[in-house]
């Protein structure tokens, strides 16, 4: 049975008609709902989810698409807030030139090269 | 080509555009930006053509429901939110009264998805003929790729 669940993300999803990416929605749930033990990585321009300062608004005929005003941001302090674990890679943060200081606190920044001992930690890892 | 009388700034004036579509949305951005751009054009009185193959024939499914979201996620993500083919079905019917925008669903694509008798009041199904055609007749031309 696979109890260590390790979730990566890689490419975001936003302003796609849904209150957010509906995998990082989905692995919230998981989070608050479940005993499992789930952690996330995100790499790649993924890591523009733990940027703190995300603001969400497509408007449409006078209607918002996002009326709920979701941000990834949003989702990843619930997800800290319930108790998981959430990892960065540095490397994709300077690549893309985002400081730590930018990032939801009680985000997690590692190395690269770390990434390989935390596949190992987990039971399972779920790409998206 | 529709016109080549020239604009205001001395540029061609663009009456008609043509814009080839083919992402779903809920996990991709192209829908809103084809959206919203619709929107602004039609704002203007320039007539839009959406053409519209693979994923994006489920835009116009006439059976999106709008639902709840799971109680313990509302805190961030609110009650619910309008699917996508609301947004469509408005602009279809605003262009009622101004520009108008005709949408077109691909046959062969619907059919493969089990869509064709599912299309919302104004979609049209048509053929790859009518997308050369829109192209053929459009001032300008706006293809988002797959993957975006």
Redesign the interface.
């Known amino acids: 049975m696979a109890h260590r669940i390790l979730v990566i993300f890689e490419k975001p999803i936003m302003l796609s008609f849904e209150p957010a990416d509906p995998h990082l929605f989905a692995t919230a749930l998981g989070v608050a709902d479940t005993p499992l033990e789930i952690s996330v990585l995100l790499r790649d321009s993924a890591v523009t989810y733990a940027v703190s300062a995300q603001a969400v608004s497509a408007r449409i005929l006078g209607q918002e698409i996002a009326p709920s005003g979701t941000t990834p941001a949003r989702l990843v302090t619930f997800m800290l807030e319930h108790g998981a674990v959430v990892r960065v890679v540095r490397e994709d943060l300077e690549e893309r030139g985002i400081p730590p200081s930018d990032l939801v606190a009680g985000v997690r920044v590692v190395g690269r090269f770390d990434t390989a001992e935390i596949f190992a930690e987990n039971d399972g890892v779920i790409l998206w | 080509m529709h016109s080549d009388e020239p604009g205001p700034s001395g540029r061609r004036r663009v009456r008609r555009v043509a814009i080839v579509l083919s992402t779903g ?5 192209a ?2 930006t084809v ?2 751009l619709a ?1 602004k054009l039609l704002e203007r009185g320039i007539e839009v053509n959406v053409w519209a193959f693979e994923e994006a024939v489920t835009l116009t499914n006439q059976d999106q429901m709008e639902h709840n ?2 109680p ?2 509302r ?5 619910s ?4 083919g609301r ?1 469509i079905d ?2 279809l019917r ?1 262009g009622l009264h101004g520009a108008k925008m005709d949408w077109v669903t691909c046959i062969l694509c619907a059919q493969e998805r089990g869509v064709e008798k599912h299309q919302m009041g104004g979609a049209i199904v048509g053929t790859l003929g009518d997308l050369w055609k829109f192209v053929g007749g459009a001032d300008q031309v706006i293809a988002i790729p797959a993957y975006r």
């Open positions: 949305s809920y996990q991709r951005e829908p809103t959206l919203r929107e979201e799971p313990s996620l805190p961030v993500l609110g009650e939110h309008a699917p996508v947004f408005q602009l605003a």
